[in-house]
């Protein structure tokens, strides 16, 4: 069964600085990879997805991902952050031969960015 | 584009009460999410719709829990009787047509506390 885990729960950042949300996940097979930010009181919104290519991928707002197949990860990273960036950041997979496309989640990261 | 609309944003209910969630997804989209995402942890999916049709509901709990998208449009997530472990934000999803590397698209959900 495929999982996700999200290692750190909270990464309080300053404003301007670079930063890194971790994400691994576990499956037996090949995987499609995403990463949702949630605003407060807001629903996700995609800000990108590894389906192939090229491991590295760039998103919205600056954001992008390296795909790590052996080390099975998908760090999202951005090299400089908002004060508007504070938000949850939801790491997801799923199975490319599962033709629903349903997603399994990481239990999400806070990011605070303070000025 | 409209987004995709969730009603009520939030709702109180006492435990084994009843209780009912809307979703109109993005006009076009085949495929319809319900996720339940309970405090500090990832949407979990509860079940997912081709058109009226159901393609996913095995996380969702059948004695309480029940869905339906009768014309393959607006949907209805119900609980009855709600439990105390049911609160939790339920966010809806909509996909064009529910292909595993298409974008889903949520709501802004609807907050459930169960006292």
């Known amino acids: 069964a495929q999982s996700v885990t999200q290692l750190d729960s909270q990464v309080p950042v300053f404003e301007e600085a670079p930063v890194e949300l971790r994400c691994n996940y576990s499956s037996s097979v090949s995987v499609y990879l995403f990463w949702y930010v949630q605003y407060p009181n807001q629903g996700l919104q995609l800000l990108l997805k590894?389906?192939?290519?090229?491991?590295l991928v760039k998103g919205i707002n600056g954001f992008e991902a390296e795909f790590n197949k052996s080390q099975t990860s998908f760090h999202l990273r951005k090299p400089s952050v908002h004060i508007s960036d504070t938000a949850e950041y939801f790491c997801?997979?799923?199975?490319?031969?599962?033709?629903?496309?349903?997603?399994?989640f990481g239990q999400g990261t806070e990011l605070s960015v303070k000025p | 584009e409209a987004g995709v609309a969730q009603s009520p944003r939030y709702k109180i209910i006492e435990k084994r009460q009843s209780v009912a969630f809307w979703c109109n997804p993005i006009s076009g989209h085949a495929t319809l999410y319900w996720y339940q995402q309970i405090l500090g942890q990832g949407p979990k999916l509860l079940i997912q719709?081709?058109?009226?049709?159901?393609?996913?509901d095995s996380q969702l709990p059948k004695d309480r829990f029940s869905a339906e998208r009768l014309k393959g449009v607006d949907s209805t997530l119900k609980i009855q009787p709600a439990k105390l472990e049911d609160s939790a934000v339920y966010l809806c999803a909509s996909s064009l047509r529910g292909g595993v590397m298409e974008t889903q698209y949520f709501g802004p959900g609807t907050r459930l506390l169960v006292l």
């Open positions: 590894y389906l192939s290519g090229s491991t």
């Open positions: 719709f081709q058109n009226n049709g159901v393609v996913d």
């Open positions: 997801a997979v799923s199975d490319p031969y599962n033709q629903g496309g349903k997603l399994i």
